[in-house]
């Protein structure tokens, strides 16, 4: 079965730090690629996406993220992050049909 | 610019009793979907419609009806709440690229539901 995994589920950071978040799912065909993140008490919005193309894909807010398609991997990243990079991000798979496959999510706090 | 709207926000229910979220979207959009989002879980897909009057099952489609009469409104019924469907709900809905969805999905803000 499709699946989509992300590695760690809490990461605690301080502000500045560098972040990287792992995205790796199971399917051996094309792909769209998402990730999306959820703020504290709100909903779920676009981050970026990879539908073809240039394997690194520029995001909203500094975030960016490359697809490695012999790893099955979407990695995210962030230089620097800040303290209201604080959320939950969800990778998120698309397969060509109507089901979009998520990942279990990554809570991040950042410290100030 | 209300892109996909939820309601109610909130709602606790006694088990057994049953009630509607109502999802709207301005957007035109084809698809729907109506997702459950639990802790450590992710999204799961419950229903979805991928048109006006046509529904089908997701994932977790077990205690959940839809249905989808307009195209800008998909609703999820509860016909008997049940304490296991405590839970965030989410509707998305999704725009079509060279006749296929994207999977690029814009959400609602949710809606929190507590079966006591």
């Known amino acids: 079965a499709q699946s989509v995994s992300q590695h760690n589920h809490h990461v605690i950071l301080s502000e500045a730090a560098s972040l990287e978040l792992g995205c790796n799912y199971s399917y051996g065909g094309t792909v769209n690629l998402f990730w999306y993140v959820q703020y504290p008490g709100q909903h779920l919005q676009l981050l970026l996406k990879y539908f073809s193309g240039d394997p690194l894909v520029k995001g909203i807010k500094g975030f960016e993220a490359e697809f490695i398609k012999s790893k099955f991997s979407f990695n995210l990243r962030k230089p620097s992050v800040q303290w209201s990079d604080t959320a939950e991000y969800f990778c998120?798979?698309?397969?060509?049909?109507?089901?979009?496959?998520f990942g279990a999510g990554t809570r991040l706090f950042v410290k100030a | 610019n209300a892109g996909v709207t939820q309601t109610p926000k909130f709602r606790v229910l006694k088990t057994g009793q049953s009630m509607t979220l109502l999802c709207a979207q301005d957007?035109?959009?084809?698809?729907m979907y109506w997702y459950r989002q639990d802790p450590g879980m992710g999204l799961r897909l419950i229903h979805y419609s991928v048109g006006e009057g046509t529904t089908a099952k997701g994932e977790v489609p077990d205690g959940y009806n839809v249905s989808r009469l307009k195209k800008q409104n998909f609703l999820l019924g509860l016909e008997s709440a049940a304490p296991s469907q405590t839970s965030v709900y989410f509707c998305?809905?999704?725009?079509?690229?060279?006749?296929?969805?994207?999977?690029?999905?814009?959400f609602g803000e949710g809606s929190r539901l507590t079966v006591l």
């Open positions: 957007m035109n959009h084809e698809y």
């Open positions: 998305a809905s999704s725009r079509v690229l060279l006749r296929a969805p994207t999977g690029e999905l814009f």
């Open positions: 998120a798979v698309n397969t060509g049909g109507f089901k979009t496959i």
